[in-house]
């Protein structure tokens, strides 16, 4: 099979013979990796603390299931919840109380706040060691520098998946499409690390249809997180290539990715399901990041 794709285990694979990266099956083997791990230490305590500010119910349904989750690893979870009228200064406060709390190992902030309220000097409270969602300035720039660090947890979930179903980095190809700050700008830094070794390719929304489909059409390795519609389509995808859906949008027909999956599996070596794909890899990242934080804060052996 050409492209980047060297499969390394007997895997599920689409109608059209793509191998099909399942993040909620990796999610489960990384969860439990985590419990071992942390049962064979003597189940030390391994905190991760959540703050919710307001009503929404999609940030109430994640930060229920990260907890939930939390918990089959073997870690404990401390959540502090705030009315949607609170103040700034009331969150700030609140979050401040976790960074100063040597139980509390992990800090997760779940964006977005309500209307009014400022995250940025929320999560300017994290310290490093702490911010297992590799969200703040100074997560980032560690990434930069290649200092030790947390990684934002949906482009390390891209990584994983990519490791986990033998996809080839040293040498290879790759485009990320889009520039955010939560995905596109970390995931470009990954691939390209020493040790992944990639070429990237970084598009975004100010690409032209047609550089588009030439630097895709070039690449081994396709991770698609700029939040439109089924714009990857078969004409993207050079055959055998890795295609990886991060994107999310909500439809008349329900919520889509960025990947015309239908189109896409049957030439693509290897592609993420939407849903069951990257999602379940974030809440698998965070908490591998909160063990990771653990260690760094001398309170895990290791």
Known sequence: MSGAVTPSGDFERTPG??????????????????????????SPPVCLATVLVGDDKPSRLYVSNKRKLAGEAGMQSKHVELPNEATQAQVEEAVAALVADPEVHGILCQLPLPAGLDPEPVLALIPPEKDVDGLTERSMG?????????????????????ERYGVATAGKRATVIGRSTLTGLPQVLLLGRKGIDATVTLAHSRTSNADMIEVCRASDIIVACAGQARMVTADHVKPGAAVVDVGVSRTESGIVGDVDFDAVQAIAGAITPMPGGTGPMTIACLLENTLAAARMQGAFPG
């Open 17 to 42: 013979g793509a191998v099909l990266m399942d993040g909620i099956r990796l999610r489960s083997e990384i969860i439990a990796g985590l419990r071992a791990t942390i049962e064979a230490a003597g």
């Open 142 to 162: 560690r990434l930069v520098r290649g200092l030790p660090g947390h990684v934002g947890c949906t482009p390390l979930g891209v990584m994983r998946l990519l």
